[in-house]
C-alpha cells in the first residue's frame, strides 16, 4: 500500500474545505460526514474507501488531490500523483470522451453516474462506476478545479 506525504498542508486542508462545500452545494448531501475541525475532515477523506481525486482549473489540469483510495488504484504516491496530467489517467482512446465529460461537468456544475476505462500509472486498466464529477469553487463562485468521486470499480 502507498503511503500519502501531503494532504495534512495548510493549503491541502483548505482545499479540502472547498472541494467539500461545493460537493455539498451540487449534490445536495454531505460527501462525508462534517464533523470536527477542517484536519479531521481533512484526514477522513483522505483514509475514505472510496476514491476522491481533484484537479484545478487549467489548460492541461494537473491532478492536485487524491485520497489514499485514488493512490492505491493508480499506484502512485503522494508525490507521483499530485504531478500527474489528469488526462493520463484514461488511455489515449479514451481521452476525448473523459474530456467531454468533464466539459459536460464544468457547463452543468456537476454530473452524477459516469462510467468509463481507466488505466493506473503501471498500466492496469479498471472500469469505473457511478462516478459524480463536480465543479470545486470558492464560496463568491469562483471555480477553482473539478472533484471527482466513485465507490464502484473492478479491474479489467
Request: hydrophobic content about 35%; proline content about 4%.
Amino acid at each position: 500500500m502507498l503511503k500519502q506525504t501531503g494532504w495534512e498542508s495548510p493549503f491541502m486542508l483548505q482545499w479540502c474545505q472547498y472541494l467539500l462545500d461545493s460537493y455539498a452545494h451540487w449534490i445536495k448531501h454531505e460527501l462525508i460526514p462534517r464533523e470536527g475541525t477542517p484536519f479531521d475532515q481533512a484526514e477522513y477523506l483522505f483514509n475514505s474507501a472510496f476514491v476522491v481525486v481533484s484537479h484545478v482549473i487549467q489548460d492541461d489540469p494537473i491532478l492536485n488531490y487524491g485520497n489514499q483510495a485514488a493512490l492505491n488504484l493508480w499506484e502512485m504516491n503522494w508525490r507521483q500523483f499530485t504531478k500527474t496530467p489528469s488526462r493520463l489517467t484514461a488511455e489515449s482512446v479514451n481521452r476525448q470522451e473523459r474530456s467531454r465529460m468533464l466539459s459536460l461537468a464544468k457547463e452543468q456544475g456537476y454530473i452524477s453516474d459516469y462510467h468509463g476505462v481507466r488505466i493506473s500509472h503501471t498500466g492496469k486498466r479498471f472500469f469505473v462506476d457511478q462516478t459524480t464529477i463536480w465543479n470545486i469553487h470558492k464560496p463568491d463562485g469562483n471555480v477553482l478545479g473539478q472533484g471527482a468521486t466513485f465507490s464502484t470499480w473492478r479491474f479489467l
